[in-house]
């Protein structure tokens, strides 16, 4: 075999490895694409049907908090929660701080324990119950960043294979090209 011919199954070889390796790339962007789109839209759809909003600039709920906590609910103040990253700062800023501020830093576990030790102790009772729905919206808001996070990863690795598959297209094009012009 001539090494013109041996050069023209290389390049074909290559053409087809590169083909494969853009519609593998370009596929994988578009539903990464479609994963984030599902996810954004689930998280924001829930976090919207749940009617949570910030407490506004001057509202005694926005005054009673830290200075810091202010600071990182103040951007928000008084719009609708919506997106993941609002549900991580209502849950750390506002929420976190409430919780802290109830039973002296204890939480759920640390209280329904005293709880059960007295329970006759209506105080120990209702700081139990109120930990509990708490910390449980608490963390239901965190697993909103989080799946509002997964989004935001998904959607850059759409748009990085996406770049990929463009790229491979580029390379393919031009092992087109040197191919025919072995020919």
């Not at 929420?95 to 006759?120: C, F, M, N």
């Amino acid at each position: 075999m001539a090494k013109k011919d041996e050069r023209k199954v290389i390049d074909k070889i290559l053409v087809f490895l590169g083909v494969i390796t853009m519609l593998t790339l370009l596929a994988a962007g578009g539903v990464a694409w479609w994963a984030s789109s599902f996810i954004t839209n689930q998280v924001s759809g829930e976090l919207t049907a749940q009617n949570i909003y910030f407490p506004a600039h001057g509202a005694a709920a926005f005054t009673a908090l830290p200075a810091s906590d202010q600071q990182a609910i103040g951007q928000y103040a008084g719009t609708q929660l919506s997106t993941g990253q609002q549900a991580k700062v209502y849950a750390n800023n506002f929420i976190g701080v409430h919780l802290r501020e109830l039973a002296g830093g204890k939480t759920y576990a640390e209280v329904s324990a005293l709880a059960q030790q007295d329970p006759t102790n209506q105080k120990l009772q209702q700081q139990k119950a109120t930990l509990f729905q708490g910390e449980t919206l608490r963390a239901i808001l965190l697993n909103a960043y989080a799946f509002g996070t997964m989004g935001e990863v998904a959607r850059l690795t759409a748009i990085i294979a996406i770049v990929g598959g463009g790229i491979m297209f580029i390379l393919v094009l031009l092992g087109l090209r040197h191919l025919a012009s072995l020919i």
